[in-house]
């Protein structure tokens, strides 16, 4: 599959994939956060304490600034996104307000779909005149307010849960629930209306299915009868579909990164396979060391990278190594037709 990459400003970068008509269905960025910091590294190692290590990348615009900046490269994201596209943008506790109105602005209200938080690091247990921080913010819209391309990755239960929710063992040491096999409302003339083995169902309720399918599940040993005779359908933990993904993420950054604010590869693959489809093209114009390049690759989707530190640069070629990247600049077709 073929992949592209802008070594530039990624406002230049953006107008020409837009002059191109190359649309996008996936957007994750994580830009500068106006920390006015220099961020360093040191024989390809994040170094942001020190204050040695070469230039990495500048977080040095405050203010109007760097609102202005960031708003006009929002404006020409939002042109290349396809119609069921999404866009994440992730940015610190000082500055979400900020940048949550411009995305109002220049994607709607009304395409606001989550502000998501991210639990970064450990608690930090240094005194200061304020609670720890150990968490920033995601935002998450939509091109339009109409469907737009979901696929949730549901998450295992912990221990824990299977306990709580799962309070029984069998005899084979399989841990269940049960679940009454009757529902509120009567059937007036139906299967389900009717007795089972002589039991009409309780006032003002009807079996779930229908006496033949009630017969089979207690063949199965799908029925756990109480001791007064009250027949509970069994669900086993080992078939639980898992839990639907919610607003709050534990997704540290690396330990060891190789460049200063690189992000957690696993929260990438979420979000590249919960918002994207398998031959998608996947946008990051603020794209570092190429966390979220290569993770879209990882699912086959097609990648645009963009980033103007040659710092980065050469991490993510590092990184992407074996794969078919092309400057972008040097590319002038482009098989896919523009969507939106
Ligand atoms: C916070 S880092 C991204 C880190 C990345 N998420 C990762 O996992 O490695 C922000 C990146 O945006 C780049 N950047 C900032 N302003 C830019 C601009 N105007 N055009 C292109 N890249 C820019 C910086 O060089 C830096 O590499």
Redesign the pocket.
């Known amino acids: 599959m073929e992949h592209l990459f802008?070594s530039?400003?990624?406002?230049?970068?953006l107008r020409l994939l837009a002059e191109m008509n190359i649309p996008v269905d996936l957007v994750?960025?994580?830009?500068?956060?106006a920390t006015n910091n220099e961020?360093l590294i040191d024989d390809d190692r994040a170094n942001t304490i020190s204050a040695s290590g070469r230039p990495?990348?500048?977080?040095r615009l405050r203010g109007s600034e760097y609102l202005d900046?960031l708003a006009a490269?929002l404006t020409a994201i939002r042109q290349v996104i396809s119609p069921t596209g999404s866009i994440y943008v992730?940015i610190d506790v000082k500055m979400e307000h900020h940048v949550r109105f411009l995305m109002d602005d220049v994607f709607g209200p009304e395409n606001f779909r989550n502000s998501i938080t991210r639990i970064k690091c450990n608690p930090k247990n240094f005194e200061r005149y304020g609670y720890g921080n150990f968490k920033d913010t995601i935002l998450f819209y939509s091109k339009t307010p109409g469907p737009i391309t979901w696929h949730p990755q549901r998450e295992p239960l912990t221990d824990d849960e299977v306990a709580r929710l799962y309070p029984f063992t069998d005899d084979n040491g399989r841990r269940y629930t049960t679940n009454p096999l009757h529902a509120p409302g009567v059937t007036e003339n139906g299967p389900t209306g009717q007795p089972w083995r002589g039991m009409p169902p309780p006032a003002g309720r009807h079996w779930r299915y229908p006496p033949r399918k009630l017969d089979e599940l207690d063949a199965a040993g799908l029925v756990a009868w109480s001791k007064t005779g009250n027949p509970r359908k069994i669900r086993y933990a080992s078939e639980a579909s898992g839990k639907l993904p919610q607003d709050v993420w534990l997704y540290k950054d690396p330990q060891r990164?190789?460049?200063?604010?690189?992000?957690?590869?696993r929260m990438?693959e979420r979000i590249i396979r919960t918002s994207s489809n398998s031959g998608d093209t996947v946008l990051?114009?603020?794209?570092?060391?190429?966390?979220?390049l290569l993770q879209a690759a990882r699912f086959n989707r097609r990648f645009i990278g963009?980033?103007?530190?040659p710092?980065?640069q050469r991490?993510?070629c590092a990184r992407a190594n074996g794969l078919d990247v092309h400057p972008l600049d040097q590319v002038f077709q482009f098989d896919t037709p523009h969507t939106g």
């Not at 990495?56 to 977080?59: C, G, L, N, Q, V």
């Open positions: 802008y530039g400003d990624n406002l230049d970068g994750y960025i994580d830009p500068p956060f961020f990495a990348y500048s977080d900046a490269r992730h990164p190789r460049y200063p604010t690189q992000k957690n590869a990438l990051d114009c603020y794209a570092g060391s190429g966390t979220t963009m980033d103007n530190s710092a980065a991490i993510f």
